[in-house]
């Protein structure tokens, strides 16, 4: 089998595209595709706890520590003591962080309804099938139970 008919060849070559893309966007208004994603899990009015954000965006803590703290030294976010459980920290977005979440929430928008005007509806959620099964098998943890490798 040739690498471009595997499944997981042609998921990840896509989303290396799709990463790119956005990361060329990102730059423009100095930031990343990781700083896009952050901003856009963190809830614009009550912000949002530190320890939810990494199981949002599918990042161990380590990493997400670091985004942050370039966030931080980037002015975008900064962090407040939860009034209800001091032991929590809160990420809250400042003013440009606002600005730099609503950028990245019109490039995601602007993407998905490129491909929605190329791609009919029933396609794209034969599409959504097929991915939701494949997380499926991976989730039920048992594909190579019976094979050696």
Aim: glycine share 4%; hydrophobic share 35%.
């Amino acid at each position: 089998m040739k690498r471009e008919e595997t499944v997981d060849y042609n998921i990840k070559a896509s989303w290396h595209a799709i990463a790119r893309m956005y990361n060329q966007q990102a730059l423009k208004y100095g930031g990343t595709m990781s700083i896009g994603f952050a901003l856009l899990n963190i809830h614009t009015e009550e912000g949002t706890p530190a320890t939810k954000i990494a199981p949002m965006m599918g990042l161990e803590a380590r990493s997400l520590t670091r985004l942050l703290k370039s966030m931080e030294e980037k002015g975008l976010i900064y962090r407040e003591t939860d009034k209800n459980d001091k032991r929590s920290v809160r990420i809250r977005l400042t003013k440009e962080g606002r600005k730099n979440k609503e950028k990245a929430k019109s490039t995601v928008l602007r993407f998905n309804e490129v491909v929605r005007e190329e791609i009919d509806d029933e396609k794209l959620n034969a599409f959504f099938d097929v991915l939701k099964k494949i997380n499926q098998l991976i989730e039920r943890n048992n594909i190579y139970a019976r094979v050696e490798v």
